[in-house]
């Protein structure tokens, strides 16, 4: 059983990106802690980012069949209607992430394209975030 986690756009700068609104924590750092939450729940992980709209519809469809999906869309959160309709079409089970509090952010932030189509939404976490995701998804396994 497999957890894909697929970050967007400027996640690869995590880090050294705004630390006072992101923190210090890399994505090499997100990568190790949804390793070790996945392999306490005995799953699979798949971790991936890009900057590029359309490969993150790729890398959705790709994580048709899997348990479920924890989705950090970045900026495209706010923008694309593609990335919530490969949501739909692939039937996965999103967990939408951010690591800021978007809600105390600027009103462009507070809209997201992906929150009708997902399961759930956590933000304002940090990368604790990412964790309560993976565990949500695995208690919502069905045996
Ligand atoms: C983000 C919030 C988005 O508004 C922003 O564009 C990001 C990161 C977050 O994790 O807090 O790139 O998704």
């Not at 694309?80 to 996965?92: E, H, N, R, Y």
Request: with cysteine.
């Amino acid at each position: 059983t497999t957890i894909h986690v697929l970050n967007g756009p400027n996640l690869n700068l995590l880090g050294t990106r705004e630390p006072e609104v992101y923190g210090r924590s890399t994505l090499a750092d997100v990568e190790t802690a949804c390793q070790v939450a996945c392999q306490r729940h005995g799953l699979s992980l798949v971790f991936g980012q890009t900057n590029h709209e359309g490969e993150l519809v790729t890398l959705l469809q790709q994580a048709r069949g899997s348990l479920g999906v924890v989705l950090n869309a970045a900026a495209y959160t706010h923008t694309s209607i593609a990335i919530a309709d490969a949501i739909k079409a692939a039937g996965l089970n999103v967990v939408e992430v951010h690591l800021s509090n978007v809600f105390a952010r600027e009103a462009f932030r507070h809209h997201s394209f992906i929150s009708p189509v997902a399961h759930g939404v956590i933000c304002g976490l940090g990368i604790e975030g990412y964790r309560l995701a993976i565990d949500a998804l695995a208690s919502s396994r069905a045996n």
